[in-house]
């Protein structure tokens, strides 16, 4: 029986390999004694020994506990993962773990995560059962946040368990910190009914933080507390503070009321002026599945009341409904038709969903030609499932119809994919602005340019403008720049289709310094939002020549949030931006690091005063900001020797492999002739920062001979730097000359 031999030798194998690791796994009390390693490695790996040994790791709980002080994140994270696998054996971490949510106490102390420390500790401590939750409960109490935020969140599992807490969290939830207030609203759900007798009584409460709180945590109570049914419904009846009526919508389906009556409750503020209470209300229909269905026809015949406003609120409410609400699509569609597909109902037919496009088809081919631009618009929305039926549109009779299909499939981008071949065809429509468009859309895709190119050269020569000035715009986006010229790119600013305008722009931007003459038609185009961005780049790219463009970059970085843009586009035209040097000092001070760092870059380029300018350069090198720091250092390089007192800076630069390139070129072009300072270059481990010192100590020669020690030092450690720090030593420490013999 060969098989049955071979099986028993297996299963024996198995149980040796099996004993072996047994013998070989170190034991709970081996792991305590290596979480006192001096080494962090042997820490770390303790500490996961023991987080997976899960409760047979007891006898290790006093070490345990100590690592909770462990200055390693990763030591500590194990460390509290495995006291929490102990639960209710491990009380005797208690008193630590309560004092790790005490953040006032560790202030400077530790540099880790606050909140992570917060809440690993209280999910430690919610596993240890009855025995803690009188510290917690004495922790609801104290001054400091961050005991208050631990302790709620670790009695809120404990359920009803933790019955004893509802007073103080009660008494929380109108505390001035909003993480304090969420906890403990969060902590009395989870408790449960128990809690909702004083929750009911907080409702009317003469603080509004508290009476919010009480609602929110009835509203995520489960299971819910149906005696609060009718106290909520009054509270909500006299309630004037806003977020607390959110609060009481949200708590309306939660808390036992029939669904009729939570309608009637909620569907009033759904359509109503207040966007914060729709949002709650709105909410709290959709979260529970009981009341959608019944919400759906109030809200359809509300597409048809009586004021505008409500009438899109309706709309977009029964999109929120997605899929469900396509019992109303008739509703829906007649008010879209009513309001001229405005975006609110365009909106809200796309999610609704793909069951809506057989009927926007139908209305396309058998509706009046007016209707056909809302209906194309609305099928926009869709983007990929609209396809299909935006192809079919390509073949509609009426010319406007067809081009604005292909208007709408290039707009879906590539998504729009499956249509390039019926867009292609259309490029031969009798009809020119249907040529237009498709080629248009051709380009917004990015169709295939062999078969794309010979239809835009076609068009430049076209008798009718709107193919011309697509074919121009297909050319210039393709990197036809050269081809169209400034003049043809000029006229190309001022095309009716954004996408035009953008690859105008863009093209001028490749031409550089030649685009000169295209300096006014493009700043009169800063205005327009959707090339804003594209404009600056571009004028920037065109350089000095830009320079009367630059009254109204100012303007633009002092009235939008286009600083950072405006800033390097201003560097880039150079001196003759001087009229921006009060808007550039301005933003040294800016709050965003990217700002003062791209100031620092412009001034560099603008300023004409020397003295001035390394005067405000020096001390940026020790800046707070990393991005400061590097473009300090970039500036600091073609002032040379002058920038000597940076040098301490920078040489912390260098440390920091994102800082260490641009403090190296600065240092090379200053020049270190400290002594102190190139020692602490040697202690870099980075072959170019030493390469840059020994050269430099071997210019000073004698007088660095305080650096010789670490130099023969370091010549036994780095073979490949053997070159530099053997000259270096020669230069330090000449050999003595021979001393001639007596004749």
């Not at 109902?345 to 209305?363: M, N, T």
């Not at 990015?446 to 794309?452: E, H, T, V």
């Not at 400061?628 to 020797?641: C, D, E, S, Y």
């Not at 010789?708 to 073979?719: C, G, I, S, V, Y």
Request: hydrophobic share 50%; charged share 20%; proline share 9%.
């Amino acid at each position: 029986m060969p098989g049955f031999f071979r099986a028993v030798v297996a299963v024996a194998g198995a149980l040796l390999l099996s004993a072996v690791a047994e013998e070989s796994a170190p034991s709970p009390q081996k792991l305590a004694q290596q979480l006192g390693a001096s080494e962090v490695g042997t820490r770390r790996d303790a500490a996961y020994q023991l987080q997976r040994l899960g409760p047979a790791a007891k006898p290790a709980l006093p070490a345990l506990i100590k690592a909770l002080d462990d200055d390693d994140k990763q030591v500590w994270s194990s460390a509290v993962t495995a006291i929490a696998a102990l639960g209710p054996a491990a009380t005797d971490a208690i008193p630590k773990l309560i004092g790790a949510l005490d953040t006032s106490a560790l202030r400077g102390r530790r540099q880790r995560d606050g909140r992570q420390l917060v809440m690993r500790s209280a999910y430690a401590l919610s596993r240890m059962g009855p025995a803690v939750i009188p510290p917690l409960v004495e922790a609801l109490g104290k001054e400091d946040a961050g005991l208050r935020i631990g302790a709620a969140h670790a009695l809120g599992p404990m359920g009803a368990e933790a019955r004893a807490a509802i007073p103080l969290l009660v008494t929380n939830l109108a505390d001035g910190r909003d993480p304090v207030r969420e906890e403990s609203a969060l902590a009395l759900s989870q408790i449960g009914p128990a809690a909702g007798p004083a929750l009911v009584v907080a409702l009317s409460d003469g603080d509004a933080r508290r009476r919010s709180g009480a609602a929110l945590a009835l509203a995520q109570m489960t299971p819910p507390f149906p005696a609060a049914g009718t106290p909520v419904e009054q509270a909500l009846g006299q309630e004037k503070d806003k977020l607390v009526r959110a609060a009481l919508l949200a708590a309306v389906p939660k808390v036992g009321l029939e669904p009729a009556r939570s309608l009637a409750l909620l569907l009033p503020a759904v359509l109503g002026d207040d966007e914060a209470l729709r949002h709650a209300a709105l909410n709290a229909v959709l979260g529970q599945r009981a009341l959608r269905p019944a919400a759906l026809p109030p809200l359809a015949t509300a597409l048809h009341d009586g004021h505008p406003a409500v009438r899109e609120r309706a709309a977009r409410a029964l999109g929120r409904f997605g899929g469900e609400a396509s019992p109303q699509l008739p509703a829906l569609l007649a008010a879209t038709r009513s309001a001229g597909g405005a975006p609110a109902f365009a909106d809200a037919l796309a999610q609704v969903g793909p069951a809506v496009l057989p009927q926007l088809l139908k209305g396309l081919q058998e509706g009046k030609p007016e209707e056909s631009a809302w209906i194309l618009r609305a099928l926009r929305g869709f983007g990929a499932p609209a396809v299909p039926v935006l192809s079919e549109a390509l073949k509609h009779p009426q010319p406007p119809v067809r081009a604005a299909a292909a208007s709408a499939l290039g707009a879906m981008g590539r998504d729009a994919a499956d249509a390039v071949n019926p867009l292609f065809v259309l490029t031969e429509d009798a009809h020119p602005e249907v040529q237009a468009a498709a080629l248009r859309a051709l380009v917004a895709q990015r169709a295939d340019a062999a078969r794309l190119q010979p239809l835009l050269q076609a068009a430049l020569a076209s008798t009718h403008p709107d193919v011309r000035r697509a074919g121009a715009a297909g050319t210039a986006a393709f990197g036809g720049a050269a081809q169209l010229g400034v003049p043809g790119l000029i006229d190309l600013l001022s095309d009716d289709d954004a996408a035009g305008r953008f690859a105008a722009a863009q093209a001028l931007g490749q031409l550089g310094e030649k685009a000169a003459p295209a300096v006014e038609p493009l700043a009169a185009q800063l205005g327009d939002l959707a090339l804003q961005s594209q404009v600056i780049e571009t004028l920037g790219k065109i350089g000095p020549a830009a320079a009367p463009a630059v009254p109204r970059l100012v303007e633009l970085a002092k009235s939008t949030d286009q600083r950072a843009s405006v800033l390097p586009a201003l560097t880039k035209i150079g001196p003759a931006s001087a009229a921006a040097l009060p808007l550039i000092y301005e933003c040294l001070h800016d709050q965003a690091s990217d700002v003062r760092a791209a100031a620092v870059t412009a001034l560099a380029a603008i300023e004409k005063d020397q003295p001035k300018l390394l005067a405000i350069l020096l001390p940026l090198p020790a800046d707070s900001s990393g991005r400061m720091r590097r473009a300090a250092a970039a500036a600091l390089v073609p002032h040379g020797p002058a920038a000597r007192p940076a040098v301490p800076a920078l040489v912390r630069m260098l440390p920091s492999a994102n800082e260490r390139g641009e403090a190296m070129r600065a240092l090379q072009a200053i020049g270190v002739d400290s002594v102190p300072e190139l020692k602490k270059m040697l202690g870099i481990k980075d072959d170019r920062v030493r390469t840059l010192a020994c050269e430099s100590l071997a210019r000073l020669g004698p007088a660095a001979k305080d650096a010789a020690p670490q130099l023969r030092e370091l010549l036994t450690q780095e073979e490949k730097l053997r070159g530099p720090i053997t000259a270096a030593l020669a230069r330090i420490e000449p050999p003595t000359p021979p001393t001639p013999p007596t004749p």
